[in-house]
């Protein structure tokens, strides 16, 4: 299940590597043979070129890779997907800040790693909403930080449907999908666009 999250993932990203594993909280499971070799996380990846890279302290090798600190600390690590934590995601005993998880209810079209991916270089990241690009109010270290809404309405989709990537995603910046999440269903874009001052 993980490892062909990973491999769609590396795919949708357009990573040359052998391998991919995936793990949302620092347990890659299966034996890595092959290099360059991705470790993704929820929000980013990181490449090892070979098992040298992977001598550093913290991360344990055997039959699993072992990170307990997060890859997403680790030298090298880019992050590129700000999907917003579901809170039934998170597991036990992980503490987190009051406020610090979000309750927006994105579906799986929003979390469709290949269909976002698709979306973005169709409209790049700016905000179909406000119309803002983060990377211009915070800086570079913004530019990856991008939702994807989808439009289409859950309760006319047939069990046929196949998500358009272009008519039925838009990319939106984290406040404004948050407004779009405030009523279910939720607004369409052109209601919250008339909100906007
Ligand atoms: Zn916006
Ligand atoms: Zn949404």
Known sequence: MNRKKAD????AF???????????????????????CALWDRSGYIIFNDENELKIPGISVSKRINIPKRISLLNGYKYVISDTYLPEELPDGIEYQEGSVQQIKVNRYERDPKARADCLSHY??????????LSDVYGAIAKDVIHVHHIKPISKIGESYRVDPVSDLIPVCPNCHAIIHLKDPPYYPHEVIAMLH
């Open 8 to 11: 769609e993932l590396s795919k």
């Open 14 to 36: 357009r990573l040359e590597v052998a391998q991919s594993r995936y793990s949302a909280w620092g347990n890659f499971y299966g034996l890595v043979q092959f290099y360059p």
């Open 124 to 133: 790049g990241y700016v905000c179909r909403v406000c119309r803002i690009k």
